[in-house]
């Protein structure tokens, strides 16, 4: 275990930075993953190489590390030279990254995210095509968690909710005291394990099915026959087809209705087309 503050380090909040100060933990999130041995890995988020330590001992065939701190560079370095062959660490931003550029099959991704962007971080790992991930082992705060994995009708059934169980079946494996970090933050904490969908053929354009996710739940209180009106003419009848109340909001259509919904939008592409311009 490495200390922060034997590192002399100063966690820098602007970069979301709680160090995980548990071995067993540590144990328990690296165990979801069924074994790392030979496989591709991408931490994201490196910190004090806590996490980063215990993959190496796994003996991936390719570990890449993204660490946006300089600062914590010279430390993660250390293991890239003690591991030359296998083991990368990129001082970069993770959203600003490109995944598949440094592996040749999408790896698994494992981090305890920076909070203030993690949000920002799952979308865009939910939403690239093709998409640059195996399995998703990542670390939220709780209520981040609950979003995730929120079915419909309820409150916290939100974008992130469909974006994420559209094409996999999220759940919370971990969930964790705020003790276990360095410093403390204020909330609890959850590891989400994100399993492709076995069946996950995607047939639809996944920028068409974002952006309709998006509309409607931008305007939740609104009914979607509304918040999609300016997007596509004739709704009522496109509802219709899919067999969606027209009295629905955002939060009352299952995954599968906006899968359905996307699909035959799609088919009315040329007319969306117009629309889209
Ligand atoms: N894995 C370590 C650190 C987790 S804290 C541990 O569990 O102890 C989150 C880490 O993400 C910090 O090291 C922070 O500097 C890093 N980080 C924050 N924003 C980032 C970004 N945009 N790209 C890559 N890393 C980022």
């Known amino acids: 275990?490495?200390?922060?503050?034997?590192?002399?380090?100063?966690?820098?909040?602007?970069?979301?930075?709680?160090?995980?100060?548990?071995?067993?933990?540590?144990?328990?999130?690296?165990?979801?993953?069924?074994?790392?041995?030979?496989?591709?890995?991408?931490?994201?988020?490196?910190?004090?190489?806590?996490?980063?330590?215990?993959?190496?001992?796994?003996?991936?065939?390719?570990?890449?590390?993204?660490?946006?701190?300089?600062?914590?560079?010279?430390?993660?370095?250390?293991?890239?030279?003690?591991?030359?062959?296998?083991?990368?660490?990129?001082?970069?931003?993770?959203?600003?990254?490109?995944?598949?550029?440094?592996?040749?099959?999408?790896?698994?991704?494992?981090?305890?995210?920076?909070?203030?962007?993690?949000?920002?971080?799952l979308t865009n790992l939910l939403s690239s095509s093709p998409q640059a991930w195996n399995q998703l082992i990542l670390m939220f705060q709780m209520e981040v968690a609950e979003r995730i994995i929120a079915k419909p009708n309820s409150k916290k059934f939100g974008r992130l909710s469909v974006l994420a169980q559209y094409c996999s079946m999220p759940s919370i494996k971990i969930k964790i005291s705020n003790k276990v970090f360095f410093p403390t933050p204020k909330v609890k904490s959850a590891v989400v394990v994100f399993n492709k969908k076995q069946n996950y053929t995607n047939k639809i354009n996944s920028d068409l099915f974002f952006l309709i996710v998006k509309k409607c739940f931008s305007q939740r209180r609104k009914k979607i026959i509304n918040s999609l009106k300016t997007f596509y003419p004739n709704m009522s009848s496109i509802l219709e087809e899919c067999d969606i109340d027209p009295d629905s909001r955002a939060e009352n259509l299952s995954v599968e209705d906006y899968y359905k919904l996307a699909e035959i939008i799609q088919r009315k592409k040329e007319k969306l087309e117009i629309n889209l311009r």
Do not use: C
Request: glycine share 8%; no cysteine.
């Open 1 to 121: 275990m490495n200390d922060a503050a034997d590192l002399k380090i100063l966690p820098k909040k602007r970069y979301g930075q709680n160090f995980l100060q548990d071995d067993n933990i540590i144990n328990n999130i690296i165990g979801l993953s069924g074994g790392l041995k030979d496989k591709n890995v991408l931490e994201i988020g490196g910190g004090t190489g806590n996490l980063t330590r215990r993959i190496i001992n796994e003996k991936p065939k390719k570990l890449v590390v993204v660490e946006v701190d300089n600062d914590l560079i010279p430390t993660l370095k250390k293991l890239e030279y003690a591991n030359q062959q296998n083991v990368r660490i990129i001082w970069g931003d993770i959203l600003e990254f490109n995944i598949m550029q440094h592996f040749l099959q999408p790896p698994i991704i494992i981090g305890n995210l920076p909070y203030n962007i993690s949000t920002k971080i």
